[in-house]
Protein backbone atom coordinates (compact mmCIF):
# COMPACT_ATOMS: atom_id res chain seq x y z
CA UNK A 1 0.00 0.00 0.00
CA UNK A 2 1.33 3.11 -0.61
CA UNK A 3 2.01 5.67 2.22
CA UNK A 4 -0.05 8.84 2.55
CA UNK A 5 1.94 11.92 2.08
CA UNK A 6 2.75 13.73 5.33
CA UNK A 7 0.43 16.75 3.97
CA UNK A 8 -2.58 14.65 4.31
CA UNK A 9 -2.08 14.03 8.20
CA UNK A 10 -1.32 17.49 9.12
CA UNK A 11 -4.29 19.29 9.79
CA UNK A 12 -5.25 22.45 7.21
CA UNK A 13 -6.74 24.56 10.16
CA UNK A 14 -6.76 24.47 14.01
CA UNK A 15 -10.11 21.93 15.55
CA UNK A 16 -11.98 22.91 17.92
CA UNK A 17 -10.57 21.66 21.15
CA UNK A 18 -14.17 20.35 22.26
CA UNK A 19 -13.90 17.95 18.50
CA UNK A 20 -9.91 17.99 18.53
CA UNK A 21 -9.18 14.15 19.88
CA UNK A 22 -6.16 14.56 20.95
CA UNK A 23 -7.61 17.62 23.51
CA UNK A 24 -10.58 15.89 24.54
CA UNK A 25 -8.64 12.99 25.51
CA UNK A 26 -5.56 15.05 27.60
CA UNK A 27 -8.83 16.65 29.09
CA UNK A 28 -9.62 13.36 30.65
CA UNK A 29 -6.87 12.86 32.37
CA UNK A 30 -5.20 13.39 36.01
CA UNK A 31 -3.33 16.15 36.15
CA UNK A 32 -0.57 14.06 37.26
CA UNK A 33 -0.89 12.02 33.74
CA UNK A 34 -1.76 14.80 31.72
CA UNK A 35 1.90 15.85 31.04
CA UNK A 36 3.23 12.66 30.14
CA UNK A 37 0.63 11.89 27.18
CA UNK A 38 0.50 15.06 26.19
CA UNK A 39 4.68 14.37 25.70
CA UNK A 40 3.96 10.93 24.47
CA UNK A 41 1.34 12.37 22.04
CA UNK A 42 3.93 14.93 20.50
CA UNK A 43 6.72 12.39 19.73
CA UNK A 44 4.38 10.27 18.18
CA UNK A 45 3.36 13.12 15.82
CA UNK A 46 7.40 14.28 15.57
CA UNK A 47 8.33 10.76 14.58
CA UNK A 48 5.26 10.55 11.73
CA UNK A 49 6.18 13.85 10.73
CA UNK A 50 9.61 14.30 10.56
CA UNK A 51 9.30 16.61 13.41
CA UNK A 52 7.14 19.01 11.99
CA UNK A 53 4.03 18.21 13.52
CA UNK A 54 3.03 18.00 17.72
CA UNK A 55 -0.27 16.61 18.98
CA UNK A 56 -2.33 19.59 18.67
CA UNK A 57 -1.50 20.53 14.87
CA UNK A 58 -1.22 16.37 13.98
CA UNK A 59 -4.67 15.22 11.66
CA UNK A 60 -5.39 11.95 14.24
CA UNK A 61 -8.15 11.17 12.15
CA UNK A 62 -6.44 11.04 9.41
CA UNK A 63 -3.88 7.97 10.90
CA UNK A 64 -4.69 4.54 8.81
CA UNK A 65 -2.96 1.47 9.95
CA UNK A 66 0.24 1.77 7.68
CA UNK A 67 0.94 4.80 9.89
CA UNK A 68 -0.11 3.29 13.24
CA UNK A 69 2.12 0.15 12.34
CA UNK A 70 5.02 2.15 11.64
CA UNK A 71 4.61 3.91 14.51
CA UNK A 72 4.74 0.65 16.94
CA UNK A 73 8.10 -0.03 14.95
CA UNK A 74 9.65 3.08 16.11
CA UNK A 75 8.54 3.42 19.13
CA UNK A 76 9.67 -0.44 20.04
CA UNK A 77 13.37 0.12 18.36
CA UNK A 78 13.35 3.61 20.69
CA UNK A 79 12.08 2.58 23.87
CA UNK A 80 12.12 0.64 26.69
CA UNK A 81 8.78 -2.08 26.26
CA UNK A 82 6.88 -0.02 29.17
CA UNK A 83 7.22 3.23 28.13
CA UNK A 84 6.48 2.16 24.46
CA UNK A 85 3.45 0.65 25.19
CA UNK A 86 2.29 3.21 27.44
CA UNK A 87 2.62 5.39 23.98
CA UNK A 88 0.49 2.87 22.14
CA UNK A 89 -2.29 3.40 24.56
CA UNK A 90 -1.99 7.07 24.63
CA UNK A 91 -2.50 6.24 20.18
CA UNK A 92 -5.60 4.09 20.85
CA UNK A 93 -7.14 6.31 23.25
CA UNK A 94 -6.60 9.23 21.12
CA UNK A 95 -8.30 7.27 17.81
CA UNK A 96 -10.64 6.16 20.01
CA UNK A 97 -12.08 9.72 20.69
CA UNK A 98 -11.65 10.54 16.88
CA UNK A 99 -13.90 7.53 16.57
CA UNK A 100 -16.43 8.60 19.10
CA UNK A 101 -16.58 12.34 17.82
CA UNK A 102 -17.30 10.65 14.39
CA UNK A 103 -14.17 11.93 12.60
CA UNK A 104 -13.05 7.98 11.68
CA UNK A 105 -15.04 5.81 10.18
CA UNK A 106 -15.61 1.81 12.63
CA UNK A 107 -13.47 0.16 9.91
CA UNK A 108 -10.30 2.27 9.61
CA UNK A 109 -10.71 3.11 13.78
CA UNK A 110 -10.36 -0.74 14.07
CA UNK A 111 -7.63 -1.51 11.69
CA UNK A 112 -5.76 1.14 13.12
CA UNK A 113 -5.72 0.29 16.62
CA UNK A 114 -5.17 -3.53 15.46
CA UNK A 115 -1.84 -3.45 17.58
CA UNK A 116 0.23 -6.07 19.27
CA UNK A 117 1.73 -4.46 22.89
CA UNK A 118 5.47 -4.61 22.62
CA UNK A 119 6.79 -7.61 24.81
CA UNK A 120 9.26 -6.54 28.24
CA UNK A 121 12.36 -8.61 29.04
CA UNK A 122 11.55 -11.32 31.60
CA UNK A 123 14.01 -9.52 33.67
CA UNK A 124 12.36 -7.35 36.34
CA UNK A 125 13.02 -3.83 36.27
CA UNK A 126 13.88 -1.67 39.26
CA UNK A 127 15.30 -2.85 42.83
CA UNK A 128 14.64 -3.10 46.14
CA UNK A 129 16.31 -0.57 47.97
CA UNK A 130 18.17 -2.09 51.45
CA UNK A 131 17.32 -0.48 54.89
CA UNK A 132 21.44 0.50 55.28
CA UNK A 133 20.79 2.33 51.78
CA UNK A 134 17.51 4.24 52.53
CA UNK A 135 19.33 5.19 56.45
CA UNK A 136 22.13 6.25 54.16
CA UNK A 137 19.82 8.45 51.94
CA UNK A 138 18.13 10.08 55.10
CA UNK A 139 21.15 10.54 57.21
CA UNK A 140 23.13 12.74 54.06
CA UNK A 141 19.42 14.97 53.85
CA UNK A 142 19.64 15.28 58.05
CA UNK A 143 23.29 16.51 58.07
CA UNK A 144 21.93 19.24 55.27
CA UNK A 145 20.87 21.78 57.93
CA UNK A 146 19.36 24.43 55.57
CA UNK A 147 15.37 24.38 54.68
CA UNK A 148 16.60 21.82 51.35
CA UNK A 149 18.16 19.25 53.75
CA UNK A 150 14.88 19.12 55.66
CA UNK A 151 12.66 19.48 52.83
CA UNK A 152 14.90 16.41 50.91
CA UNK A 153 13.79 14.46 54.34
CA UNK A 154 10.81 14.92 54.69
CA UNK A 155 10.14 14.36 50.34
CA UNK A 156 12.00 10.44 50.89
CA UNK A 157 10.13 10.09 53.88
CA UNK A 158 7.26 10.25 52.00
CA UNK A 159 8.62 8.68 48.41
CA UNK A 160 9.49 5.41 50.82
CA UNK A 161 5.82 5.09 51.79
CA UNK A 162 5.10 4.01 48.07
CA UNK A 163 4.15 7.30 46.81
CA UNK A 164 4.51 8.18 43.00
CA UNK A 165 6.60 11.24 42.41
CA UNK A 166 3.58 12.95 40.78
CA UNK A 167 1.25 12.36 44.22
CA UNK A 168 3.82 13.68 45.81
CA UNK A 169 4.47 17.27 44.55
CA UNK A 170 0.43 17.32 44.08
CA UNK A 171 0.24 17.26 47.74
CA UNK A 172 -1.09 19.85 49.76
CA UNK A 173 -1.10 21.06 53.72
CA UNK A 174 -4.62 20.04 54.06
CA UNK A 175 -3.97 16.79 52.91
CA UNK A 176 -1.63 15.68 55.67
CA UNK A 177 -2.73 15.31 59.41
CA UNK A 178 0.26 14.87 61.92
CA UNK A 179 -1.39 13.84 64.90
CA UNK A 180 -3.40 10.72 62.78
CA UNK A 181 -0.39 10.99 60.20
CA UNK A 182 -3.10 10.40 57.88
CA UNK A 183 -2.02 11.54 54.27
CA UNK A 184 -5.13 11.96 51.84
CA UNK A 185 -4.12 11.42 48.23
CA UNK A 186 -6.43 13.37 45.86
CA UNK A 187 -7.13 12.16 42.03
CA UNK A 188 -3.80 9.92 42.04
CA UNK A 189 -3.06 8.21 38.80
CA UNK A 190 -6.76 7.37 37.45
CA UNK A 191 -8.36 9.82 39.02
CA UNK A 192 -8.21 7.56 42.58
CA UNK A 193 -8.71 8.89 45.78
CA UNK A 194 -6.94 6.67 48.54
CA UNK A 195 -5.75 7.47 52.33
CA UNK A 196 -2.53 6.83 53.12
CA UNK A 197 -0.74 6.60 56.82
CA UNK A 198 2.40 7.39 57.39
CA UNK A 199 4.79 5.50 60.17
CA UNK A 200 5.90 7.88 63.19
CA UNK A 201 8.96 8.35 61.77
CA UNK A 202 7.85 9.89 58.93
CA UNK A 203 5.36 11.90 60.84
CA UNK A 204 8.17 13.27 62.35
CA UNK A 205 10.33 13.87 59.08
CA UNK A 206 7.31 15.76 57.63
CA UNK A 207 6.45 18.05 61.08
CA UNK A 208 10.39 18.79 61.11
CA UNK A 209 9.39 20.32 57.33
CA UNK A 210 6.58 22.25 58.72
CA UNK A 211 8.16 24.15 61.36
CA UNK A 212 10.64 25.71 58.34
CA UNK A 213 7.97 25.62 55.61
CA UNK A 214 4.92 27.56 58.36
CA UNK A 215 1.18 27.10 58.29
CA UNK A 216 0.08 29.25 55.42
CA UNK A 217 -1.82 27.10 53.21
CA UNK A 218 -0.65 25.26 49.64
CA UNK A 219 1.62 22.59 48.43
CA UNK A 220 3.12 20.47 51.34
CA UNK A 221 6.60 20.55 49.49
CA UNK A 222 8.29 23.60 48.03
CA UNK A 223 10.73 24.36 45.67
CA UNK A 224 13.27 25.85 47.29
CA UNK A 225 15.83 28.43 45.95
CA UNK A 226 19.48 29.61 46.27
CA UNK A 227 20.13 30.87 49.84
CA UNK A 228 16.89 28.89 51.15
CA UNK A 229 13.98 31.27 49.71
CA UNK A 230 11.02 28.71 49.80
CA UNK A 231 8.74 29.75 46.86
CA UNK A 232 5.53 29.99 48.50
CA UNK A 233 2.46 28.59 46.48
CA UNK A 234 4.20 26.90 43.66
CA UNK A 235 4.31 22.84 43.15
CA UNK A 236 7.87 21.60 42.97
CA UNK A 237 8.17 19.24 39.66
CA UNK A 238 8.16 15.35 39.31
CA UNK A 239 11.37 16.27 37.34
CA UNK A 240 12.81 17.85 40.17
CA UNK A 241 11.93 15.37 42.61
CA UNK A 242 14.15 12.83 40.16
CA UNK A 243 16.85 15.52 40.42
CA UNK A 244 16.95 15.36 43.94
CA UNK A 245 16.85 11.62 44.55
CA UNK A 246 19.46 11.21 42.20
CA UNK A 247 21.45 13.83 43.92
CA UNK A 248 21.23 12.85 47.96
CA UNK A 249 21.99 9.13 46.59
CA UNK A 250 25.58 10.08 45.42
CA UNK A 251 26.41 12.02 48.16
CA UNK A 252 25.20 9.14 50.28
CA UNK A 253 27.52 6.46 48.01
CA UNK A 254 24.19 4.69 47.18
CA UNK A 255 23.60 2.79 43.48
CA UNK A 256 22.09 4.95 41.45
CA UNK A 257 17.93 3.91 41.69
CA UNK A 258 14.55 5.61 40.74
CA UNK A 259 12.00 7.21 42.52
CA UNK A 260 9.53 4.40 41.59
CA UNK A 261 12.07 2.19 43.01
CA UNK A 262 10.58 3.52 46.26
CA UNK A 263 7.67 1.93 45.46
CA UNK A 264 8.84 -1.27 44.56
CA UNK A 265 10.51 -1.14 48.05
CA UNK A 266 7.36 -0.31 49.51
CA UNK A 267 5.68 -2.93 48.35
CA UNK A 268 8.28 -5.52 48.83
CA UNK A 269 8.83 -4.58 52.48
CA UNK A 270 5.32 -4.79 53.54
CA UNK A 271 4.69 -8.49 51.53
CA UNK A 272 7.40 -9.50 53.88
CA UNK A 273 6.22 -8.35 56.81
CA UNK A 274 3.05 -10.80 56.26
CA UNK A 275 0.57 -7.76 54.83
CA UNK A 276 -1.50 -9.12 52.42
CA UNK A 277 -1.42 -8.63 48.50
CA UNK A 278 -5.00 -6.95 48.82
CA UNK A 279 -4.35 -4.39 51.97
CA UNK A 280 -0.76 -3.77 49.74
CA UNK A 281 -2.59 -3.23 46.57
CA UNK A 282 -5.41 -0.34 48.27
CA UNK A 283 -1.95 1.47 50.23
CA UNK A 284 -0.47 1.18 46.47
CA UNK A 285 -3.13 2.19 44.70
CA UNK A 286 -2.95 -0.44 42.44
CA UNK A 287 -6.10 -1.07 40.33
CA UNK A 288 -5.89 -5.13 40.96
CA UNK A 289 -3.65 -7.31 43.25
CA UNK A 290 -2.00 -8.48 40.25
CA UNK A 291 -0.17 -5.11 39.32
CA UNK A 292 0.86 -5.31 43.26
CA UNK A 293 2.30 -8.40 42.57
CA UNK A 294 4.58 -6.75 39.58
CA UNK A 295 6.63 -5.14 42.45
CA UNK A 296 7.71 -7.38 44.29
CA UNK A 297 11.11 -7.30 44.54
CA UNK A 298 11.43 -9.64 47.53
CA UNK A 299 14.54 -12.43 46.64
CA UNK A 300 14.88 -15.80 46.70
CA UNK A 301 15.76 -15.96 50.94
CA UNK A 302 11.78 -14.86 51.13
CA UNK A 303 10.79 -17.58 48.83
CA UNK A 304 12.94 -20.15 50.81
CA UNK A 305 11.84 -19.23 54.70
CA UNK A 306 8.62 -19.63 53.19
CA UNK A 307 8.71 -22.88 51.89
CA UNK A 308 10.40 -24.43 55.36
CA UNK A 309 6.83 -23.28 56.85
CA UNK A 310 5.61 -25.93 54.59
CA UNK A 311 4.80 -29.43 56.42
CA UNK A 312 5.06 -32.78 54.04
CA UNK A 313 4.74 -35.14 57.25
CA UNK A 314 7.43 -37.09 57.17
CA UNK A 315 9.44 -38.00 59.92
CA UNK A 316 13.27 -38.43 59.20
CA UNK A 317 14.66 -41.90 59.97
CA UNK A 318 16.62 -42.04 63.50
CA UNK A 319 20.74 -41.88 63.28
Given amino acids: MRATPVQAIV ?51 ALRYQHTAAIRSILMKKYAPATANKMLCALRRVLLEAFKLDLMSATDYQKAVDLRSIKASKKQRGRRLKPEEIQALIRVCQADSSPLG ?22 HLKDFDA ?13 KDRTMYLPLTAIAAVSDWLMVRGSRPGPLLHPIRKGGFIVDFKHMTPQAVLMIVRKRASLALV ?25 VQQLAGHNSPTTTAKYDRRGD ?19
Fill in 11 to 61: LSEPLSLTLHPAAVYLDSLASGSRSTMEQALNSIAACLTNNSCDAMTLNWA
Fill in 255 to 279: ERFSPHDFRRTFCSDLLDSGADIVT
Fill in 179 to 191: TTGTLEILSGKGE
Fill in 150 to 171: VRDTALIAILRCGLRRAEVVAL
Fill in 301 to 319: ETKRKAMEKLDIGYTPKSK
